[in-house]
């Protein structure tokens, strides 16, 4: 029997009832010397009146009761289930209302806590502005990247960049790339900026996603692709001049004793033309290397007999210049391929020692690997030469580039790659004591 049906028959019987008892009272009261029996029938009166009462205002507090859990959000509550007339079906009701209600919130909580997470676990740092200009970090990546600014405005930011700042300051949504400064290195980062008004208030959200690593990929696999179309072209032309020329020279090189000077000078320019043209090929045959991205094959090994080696490697080759060599902590380990890394590691020590050599009576080196904040190794190669000047130091990684006499423009280019092929940076600035100072993150 529903709840309906079972409130209207005990309405119906509490009315009736409540005739019942007022005929009753009125004939007692118009009987003379029933005394007794008037007492009795105003009581039982008085009774049914407040059973009817009681009756018709439960559910009127049952439902009041209920619209006030719902608007102070007291999902717990719980309601009589005793009673008849179909009061334990109203509050089976209520309950389960409530109990609906309770995993409905519990299930909007969890996507909440889900999408927090997802929102600060995410590799993009959000920051965001509010009307009054103060920025806050939105997730884990922001406070990593960010976690030396000192406050809350844009202009807290400038010691990541003018414009970066400036970009912070300013309002409407944009997307560009901007180089930052970011633990000391110059990094190229995608800015999106986008405004978002929700119930009445609006928030601008700034996304900010380093992408030199990214870039330098893509030079890299560029200059690689140049550099293989370059040297099959011309080993393609050089060839057969090559070959022709050697022929040349070696026909030449059989003829009797030149008869006349014109003879001899052709001979000359044949040999000539044929070592110059071996050399060439030589020369391009050397720098196919570069054409061919290397393929590194990570695995962990602990850094500090790996460094020692390449101390020992580099005393052998530089007696007189004196390396330092730190790393921290002592048992840092790193996931590298091991032999390329210290073909990088060997060229720019080389490079570090012949640098100072040539510029100091004292030269001195230093080797240091340490773990960074990010959970990242950081490798410095340090030498008190003269330096790379600013001009260059967008050059020296390039294929051919060198500003050595004997040099190729062939090592710090392979050095790159080999860094990148691990994805890692590697840059270079000004040494505190002057010099150079080389760094590679990985």
């Given at each position: 029997m529903g709840f309906s049906r079972r409130f209207t028959l005990g309405l119906i019987g509490w009315v009736v009832a409540l005739f019942v008892a007022q005929g009753m009272l009125i004939a007692a009261l118009a009987t003379p010397g029933l005394g007794a029996a008037r007492i009795v029938a105003g009581l039982m009166f008085a009774a049914i009146a407040w059973g009817l009462w009681h009756h018709v205002s439960y559910t009127n507090h049952a439902v009041a009761r209920f619209v006030e859990t719902l608007r102070f959000g007291d999902v717990g509550a719980r309601f009589d289930r005793t009673g008849g007339s179909g009061f334990g079906a109203l509050g089976q009701a209520f309950d389960n209302a409530l109990a609906q209600l309770r995993d409905d919130r519990d299930r909007a909580a969890d996507e909440l806590r889900f999408r927090e997470a997802l929102v600060d676990d995410m590799p993009v740092a959000l920051l965001t502005i509010d009307d009054a200009g103060r920025i806050a970090p939105g997730n884990k990546a922001a406070r990593s990247l960010f976690r030396h600014v000192p406050g809350a405005r844009a202009a807290d930011y400038a010691g990541y960049g003018a414009t970066f700042a400036r970009r912070l300051a300013e309002d409407g949504p944009r997307e560009e790339v901007l180089l930052l400064s970011i633990d000391g290195r110059p990094q190229r980062v995608l800015m999106r900026s986008a405004v978002l008004e929700r119930l009445g208030t609006r928030t601008?959200?700034?996304?900010?996603?380093?992408?030199?690593?990214?870039?330098?990929?893509?030079?890299?696999?560029?200059?690689?692709?140049?550099?293989?179309?370059?040297?099959?072209?011309?080993?393609?032309?050089?060839?057969?001049?090559?070959?022709?020329?050697?022929?040349?020279?070696?026909?030449?090189?059989?003829?009797?004793?030149?008869?006349?000077?014109?003879?001899?000078?052709?001979?000359?320019?044949?040999?000539?033309?044929?070592?110059?043209?071996?050399?060439?090929?030589?020369?391009?045959?050397?720098?196919?290397?570069?054409?061919?991205?290397?393929?590194?094959?990570?695995?962990?090994?602990?850094?500090?007999?790996?460094?020692?080696?390449?101390?020992?490697?580099?005393?052998?080759?530089?007696p007189l210049v004196p390396l330092t060599r730190s790393v921290t902590p002592p048992a840092l380990q790193i996931d590298a391929d091991r032999a390329m890394l210290a073909q990088v590691l060997i060229n720019l020590l080389r490079n570090a020692a012949e640098a100072a050599s040539a510029a100091r009576a004292d030269p001195a080196v230093a080797l240091r690997i340490a773990r960074a904040r990010d959970a990242s190794v950081a490798i410095e190669v340090e030498d008190n030469g003269p330096g790379v000047p600013d001009g260059l130091r967008g050059d020296i990684f390039l294929p051919f580039f060198t500003t050595r006499k004997a040099g190729t423009g062939v090592g710090l280019n392979l050095a790159r790659q080999i860094v990148v092929a691990h994805g890692g940076t590697i840059d270079v600035a000004d040494a505190p004591g002057g010099g150079a100072l080389f760094r590679i993150v990985i």
């Open positions: 601008r959200a700034i996304t900010v996603q380093p992408i030199q690593g990214t870039l330098d990929s893509v030079e890299v696999a560029a200059q690689t692709d140049i550099v293989r179309v370059l040297t099959h072209e011309i080993l393609n032309s050089l060839t057969p001049v090559t070959s022709l020329a050697s022929t040349a020279a070696a026909l030449l090189e059989g003829q009797p004793p030149a008869a006349t000077a014109d003879l001899a000078d052709a001979r000359m320019a044949v040999t000539t033309l044929a070592r110059r043209a071996e050399g060439l090929q030589h020369f391009v045959e050397s720098y196919r290397a570069i054409a061919r991205p290397p393929v590194v094959t990570p695995a962990r090994f602990v850094i500090a007999p790996w460094a020692d080696e390449l101390a020992r490697l580099f005393a052998a080759d530089w």
